[in-house]
Structure formats: C-alpha cells, structure tokens
Antibody, heavy 119, light 106 residues
Framework: QVQLKESGPGLVAPSQSLSITCTVSGFSLISYGVHWVRQPPGKGLEWLGVIWAGGSIHYNSALMSRLTISKDNSKSQVFLEMNSLQTDDTAMYYC?????????????WGQGTSVTVSS | DIQMTQTTSSLSASLGDRVTISCRASQDIGNYLNWYQQKPDGTVKLLIYYTSRLHSGVPSRFSGSGSGTDYSLTISTLEQEDIATYFCQLANKLPYTFGGGTKLEI
C-alpha cells in the first residue's frame, strides 16, 4: 500500500538548517510527485513546495529563498532542506503524494515529523 | 496569490446531523478545489478532489459541491469518527493554498 514517512531532527537551533527526509513505498517517484506541507502548532496548513515526477520543482514564493527540495528516485526518498530557521518555523512537517489523474490533489500523506526551533 | 477563506473556524453539531462546511476563493478557481480531513492525532486524508469527486475509500456520506469562488463540503449524517478539522485547498494555481480550516465538534 502507499506509504510516506517523514524523518527529521526534532530540534533545531535558531539560524541553523533543517533537513527532512520523506521515504515512500508502494509507488515510484518516477511516476508521482511529492509535496511538502507544514503546520505550526494550533494553526492551519501551509504548502511549501512540490517536486514533480519528472524532477521539476515549484516552491511557495514566500519561502523560496530558504527552501530546497530534491529527490533520489532509486532510494524512494524526497528531501526538504530549509535554512536560516527561526522560531516561527516550528511546525509539523508533512510530505504528501501528488496524485495522478486527480486534478493535483495530495492523495496520501505521511504522519508528519515535528520540528522545534529553539536554543 | 489566490486566498482561500473558511469563514467558520469552529462548528458544533450533533451525531446524525447534516453538516455543511464552506470555503471561498478570492477568484474563480474553476472547480480545482480539494477537501482534506485532519484528525486530532494529526493524520491527514484526502476526502474530495475537483470539487465533488470522492477519493477512494471515502464514505459516501461525504460530498462536495460548488463552482466559481464558492465551494462546500457536506456530511449527510454526522458520525463520531468525523470529528476532525476540515481544510479546503486550491489546486489549479501555485501556491496550492489551504483554507484556514473548520474544526468540527460535537
């Protein structure tokens, strides 16, 4: 079955960088894109960006200068890197599959990984 | 950027009720509107895509409608397991903005 699982550092110091890995199973990154979405505590969902099956990438323009999304198809992994973290980057970070033939919906989501930015 | 607004942030209902959750876009989004359910444990699931198409495995008590800038998600008969927060999401233009969410409570 389709599964996505995020893994991250948990705690990051202010001004440092964040790296999160999304490991997928049950489908191929050659055929599906993967989105990144985050949710600060008690707040709504914020779309961060997407890496499409063919490798093209789109970012939320508000965060584009700090974000890098990449992937390794052979390892079934997608990577999110964010630099210059501040306390308001504290959030649950999710990866989600970009469905095919469903009008750009995110059809399966990971459980999320919590990131706290604190000294 | 297109803004997505869910004017009701919290909604109280009783089991068995018919519940409707609304979402408004700041411009016509041509039915590219998706609905997601987030359970209290953080689990997120796709319910409806392209305004009214039910995602695989989603109970038929969920339905979606709308056009232009105004969209809605309806639960025909509220069940205990439907207690969650519901988000709409724009899907035809980047960034794929989400609405602020509507928390459904008993």
């Amino acid at each position: 079955q389709v599964q996505l699982k995020e893994s991250g550092p948990g705690l990051v110091a202010p001004s440092q960088s964040l790296s999160i890995t999304c490991t997928v199973s049950g489908f191929s990154l050659i055929s599906y894109g993967v989105h990144w979405v985050r949710q600060p505590p008690g707040k709504g969902l914020e779309w961060l960006g997407v890496i499409w099956a063919g490798g093209s990438i789109h970012y939320n323009s508000a965060l584009m200068s700090r974000l890098t999304i990449s992937k390794d198809n052979s390892k079934s992994q997608v990577f999110l890197e964010m630099n210059s973290l501040q306390t308001d980057d504290t959030a649950m970070y999710y990866c989600a599959r970009g469905g095919v033939g469903n009008y750009y919906a995110m059809d399966y989501w990971g459980q999320g990984t919590s990131v706290t930015v604190s000294s | 950027d297109i803004q997505m607004t869910q004017t009701t942030s919290s909604l109280s209902a009783s089991l068995g009720d018919r519940v409707t959750i609304s979402c408004r876009a700041s411009q016509d989004i041509g039915n590219y509107l998706n609905w997601y359910q987030q359970k209290p444990d953080g689990t997120v699931k796709l319910l409806i895509y392209y305004t009214s198409r039910l995602h695989s495995g989603v109970p038929s008590r969920f339905s979606g409608s709308g056009s232009g800038t105004d969209y809605s998600l309806t639960i025909s008969t509220l069940e205990q397991e439907d207690i969650a927060t519901y988000f709409c999401q724009l899907a035809n233009k980047l960034p794929y903005t989400f609405g602020g969410g509507t928390k459904l409570e008993i």
